[in-house]
């Protein structure tokens, strides 16, 4: 089975969930680590339970806000974990994959998002003249 871990500083793992239901509907499987928000918030200890309340053999699809984070660095210390899987710099469009592609094996997943440039980063500016020859997008 696949897990998922969302997590970040403040609330932007929240938010990023919120947005995969109103475009995809609710997910199975997701766990919400929303860090620094409460007074006496214990990182590690979260991270911690999480993990502990994900069977051993189940797989698990983590995502982080940014690489060099506290949050980032605390998942880390998991990567050596079978079927531990973490990726930072998230964002909608790659998460949005990820959980559009639940029956395919993660490192291929990541080989295609990475290779067919879906990771959502446009310069529009560069579009414009473009957009402008096609005026009907």
Do not use: W
Not at 51 to 75: A, K, L, Y
């Amino acid at each position: 089975m696949r897990h998922y871990i969302l997590a970040s500083h403040g609330t932007f793992s929240q938010g990023l969930y919120e947005a995969i239901k109103i475009i995809m509907g609710e997910q199975e499987n997701v766990h919400i680590i929303t860090a620094y928000v409460e007074d006496g918030f214990d990182l590690k200890q979260q991270i911690q339970k999480t993990i502990d309340s994900i069977p051993e053999d189940d797989e698990i699809i983590t995502c982080t806000d940014i690489f060099g984070g506290s949050v980032n660095n605390e998942m880390m210390k998991y990567i050596r974990r079978e079927n531990f899987y973490l990726l930072t710099g998230i964002n909608l469009p790659i998460l949005i994959n990820i959980f559009l592609s639940k029956d395919e094996n993660f490192d291929v997943l990541m080989e295609q998002i990475f290779s067919e440039e879906l990771q959502g980063i446009v310069y529009c500016n560069r579009k414009k003249d473009k957009s402008v020859e096609e005026e009907d997008f």
